[in-house]
């Protein structure tokens, strides 16, 4: 009986080895993705129209995907869910409307689809680690304390 010694071949790094198994060119870039697109476009435009059910929005956009499939492609394009990826919207709007307009904070979390306030407080406070108020307060160039 021989033996023979072993052969040892490196294939390099980790992802050397794992690019040998993967499939290049079988799949377009899912980051361009034209339905993605359209959901985005649509949440830019009116945040609270995606509020409703997805389902439907994907029907009246014509995806041709449904809810869970939206959601899955939406968060596999952007690395954020479409829920996460509103609110910043909504947000960002509220934001903008308390640096320009001197409306009611409750009126403007009205418009950018929040029915109460202490809803729409907490949100803003998580985002931008102040109270909607003090927002506009440190805006405007006023004191955050008085």
């Known amino acids: 009986m021989n033996y023979e010694r072993p052969f040892v071949q490196s294939w390099g790094t980790v992802h050397e080895f794992l690019d040998l198994f993967s499939v290049k060119g079988l799949?377009?870039?899912?980051?361009d993705d034209w339905r993605v697109q359209k959901l985005r476009d649509l949440i830019d435009?009116?945040?609270?129209k995606a509020q409703q059910n997805l389902g439907q929005v994907c029907k009246e956009l014509r995806l041709y995907v449904?809810?869970?499939?939206?959601?899955?492609?939406?968060?596999?394009c952007t690395g954020v869910g479409i829920k996460e990826y509103r609110m910043k919207k909504r947000l960002d709007i509220a934001a903008h409307e308390l640096r320009t307009t001197d409306l009611p904070v409750k009126v403007i979390a009205g418009k950018t689809g929040y029915r109460h306030l202490s809803t729409f407080t907490k949100h803003?406070?998580?985002?931008?680690?102040?109270r909607p108020i003090d927002?506009?307060?440190?805006?405007n160039g006023r004191d955050v304390a008085a």
């Open 27 to 31: 799949h377009p870039a899912t980051s």
């Open 124 to 130: 803003f406070l998580k985002r931008f680690h102040l």
């Open 66 to 76: 449904s809810a869970r499939q939206a959601r899955r492609l939406f968060k596999e």
């Open 135 to 139: 927002f506009r307060r440190l805006w």
């Open 45 to 48: 435009v009116d945040p609270a």
